[in-house]
């Protein structure tokens, strides 16, 4: 369960969160949530898109599990520039050509490139 019981504490919500679950939920669905002090359950908060998995209590190692291999089997350089790019979306275009020609020029593009024509999965180095 999820809530945001500002409103019936006397408090105002921190501005960098509440500006972080209007980028998770949109504004309409954030103002909701705050002004109502709504709190979600594991569907709602799934539908909203506060959330993006959900498991069950004795499914969750598992799931964690399958979640880190499928981000891991991906090339760092590419996860960290998405990361940023994701994080920073006022960043500076130079900032953003740089880190995505970075990846261009990367043994793991080349790689990517080998197992995808080959058929196979890629062995990202990180480099």
């Known amino acids: 369960r999820f809530g ?9 919500y921190p ?19 705050i002004y109502t002090a709504a709190t979600l359950d594991v569907p709602e908060a799934l539908n909203t898109g506060l959330i993006t998995m959900a498991a ?3 499914d969750f190692d598992t799931a964690l599990a399958q979640l880190i291999a499928q981000i ?28 995505l020609a970075d990846c261009l020029a990367s043994a793991d593009y080349e790689e990517g490139r080998r197992a995808f024509m080959e058929k196979r999965k890629p062995n990202f180095k990180g480099h």
């Open 72 to 99: 891991t089997a991906n090339a760092p350089m590419s996860l960290q520039a998405s990361k940023f790019i994701l994080d920073n979306p006022q960043a500076d275009a130079d900032e953003v050509k740089k880190r």
């Open 15 to 33: 501005a960098n969160a509440t500006q972080q679950l209007a980028r998770l939920v949109g504004v309409s669905e954030a103002k909701r949530i």
């Open 56 to 58: 069950e209590a004795a």
């Open 4 to 12: 945001i019981p500002a409103g019936k504490l006397g408090l105002a």
